[in-house]
């Protein structure tokens, strides 16, 4: 599958269910690498912009560039009234932004399908001296005996869960794409809380996990039923997560 058509059957659940990232995230670049609203940003792989809205809310003027259309309509359609949003229909490898126009690149549980060396030699052309780049992931806990089930769950029924979750997203991977620059990790707590239908929402959300249409869809719903039974309370479940943020002066 072309990685930049697989979530074309999931964009309003994952612009519903998929988690955001602490705004403390923000703070931190601010602190660390004197990045201010007025310095313009590209979020590389936005999705439905929930990336970009944390740094739009900010005062940030930001360039969602996203491959896949349904996705970049959904983030225009949240996020169009913000003055600083600005869509564009561009790729890691090919932004389409013009050469030194920004002050950071940041990319949000992206990087993964990114083709490194391509990427890296589009940064370091739309950067501006100076800039930053930022590599997000929201990674779940599998602590809780909630948790460890939910992960069983997933491998159980996931298409290509495991393919997915390694590529390119250890340290080693990450320090050759900053390269000769540091990089640096900074982790931040944060969390979704869910209903029944909240949690089928998340589950969907996940390309690598059966669609509606598809086979092992229902009983992989009837599992999360089950699992929901007997660990939610009030109703309720919690899944945790680390927020990573990978960063570092770029170029």
């Known amino acids: 599958m072309d990685n ?18 602490p705004a403390e995230m923000v703070g931190f670049l601010q602190g ?4 201010g609203p007025g310095k313009p940003i590209a979020d590389v792989g936005a999705g439905t912009g929930i990336s970009t809205a944390l740094f739009l809310k900010a005062g940030y003027a930001v360039f969602a560039v996203e491959p896949n259309t349904p996705m970049l309509e959904k983030a225009t359609e949240m996020l169009g009234k913000y003055p600083g949003f600005h869509a564009v229909n561009g790729s890691a490898e ?8 920004v002050d950071a690149v ?29 590599l ?19 491998n159980r029924h996931g298409k ?3 393919k997915v979750r390694h590529r390119n997203i250890d340290m080693e991977h990450i320090a050759a794409f900053f390269s ?24 969907s ?10 086979a092992g869809y229902a009983e992989m719903m009837e599992d999360l039923e089950k699992l929901f039974a007997r660990f939610s309370e009030n109703g309720r479940i919690t899944i945790s997560y680390e927020t990573k943020v990978y960063s570092g002066i770029f170029k």
């Open 160 to 162: 290509d869960y495991i």
């Open 205 to 214: 959300s996940s390309s690598y996990m059966p669609l509606s249409t598809e």
């Open 4 to 21: 930049t058509q697989r979530f074309n059957h999931r964009v309003e659940s994952y612009a519903a269910y998929r988690p955001d990232y």
């Open 106 to 134: 940041i990319a949000a549980q992206a990087f993964h399908w990114f083709n490194p060396q391509q990427s890296k030699n589009e940064f370091l052309r739309i950067l501006r001296p100076g800039g930053i780049v930022a």
């Open 94 to 101: 090919n932004t389409t932004l013009g050469s030194e126009s």
């Open 136 to 154: 997000i992931w929201n990674e779940r806990r599998v602590h809780s005996d909630f948790e460890k089930d939910y992960e069983a769950l997933i």
């Open 180 to 203: 000769p620059h540091a990089v640096e990790l900074n982790t931040f707590t944060n969390a979704q809380v869910f209903g029944l239908e909240g949690l089928k929402g998340r589950l």
């Open 32 to 35: 660390k690498y004197n990045l």
